[in-house]
């Protein structure tokens, strides 16, 4: 099974992230992704081997649990983009406030994921909602406009939980099914 572990964001910000996304004019080479799924990934996992799923899930219950942060309000704002605004792949909305307790749970996240094998990130944690991928670069004056001009603030959320979500692929794109909860 394909695995993430996320904090959520609650479908009380959906239609904000909807209008955010649609403040970019559809640019041409923008794909959206769908803001009823918007989620800050501490960690991407990949394929799991279902042998291993009961020992991940007691090291991520552990991680979450000696991290040292209990709920928290994260506020969401801000956009960027990955790699580069020169080389657009990645749109995405920042976070404002809740960043350093987030950094927190993505530190503990890495190092329980690493100790049981899994990859080391390859780049430094930017907490961040992804808002679309760049497939060409026909909007990229556009996207690289509202990036520099505009700095959104999409709402504020109590976190309160760690997920463990399986990603199904499908032919409509990703499907994401919650398998466990970490309670902060």
């Known amino acids: 099974m394909r695995l993430f572990v996320s904090v959520d964001l609650p479908a009380s910000l959906t239609e904000s992230i909807r209008e955010l996304q649609a403040g970019f004019d559809d640019p041409a080479g923008l794909d959206f992704v769908d803001p009823g799924q918007a989620h800050v990934t501490l960690k991407f996992l990949g394929d799991v081997d279902d042998s291993a799923y009961d020992a991940l899930v ?102 309160e939980e760690v997920r463990l979500t399986e990603s199904a692929r499908t032919a409509e794109g990703a499907v994401y099914e919650t398998r466990e909860r970490f309670a902060l």
């Open 58 to 159: 007691a090291a991520l219950s552990r991680a979450v649990g000696d991290a040292g942060v209990g709920p928290f309000d994260a506020t969401f704002g801000g956009l960027g983009v990955f790699p580069s605004l020169d080389y657009i792949r990645v749109v995405w909305l920042g976070v404002d406030d809740g960043a350093d307790e987030l950094a927190a749970l993505h530190e503990a996240v890495e190092e329980a994921c690493v100790g049981r094998g899994f990859d080391p990130e390859a780049h430094d944690f930017t907490p961040h909602v992804t808002l679309g991928r760049m497939k060409h670069a026909g909007g990229k004056a556009r996207v690289q406009e509202v990036v520099r001009e505009r700095h959104p603030v999409v709402g504020t959320v109590r976190v």
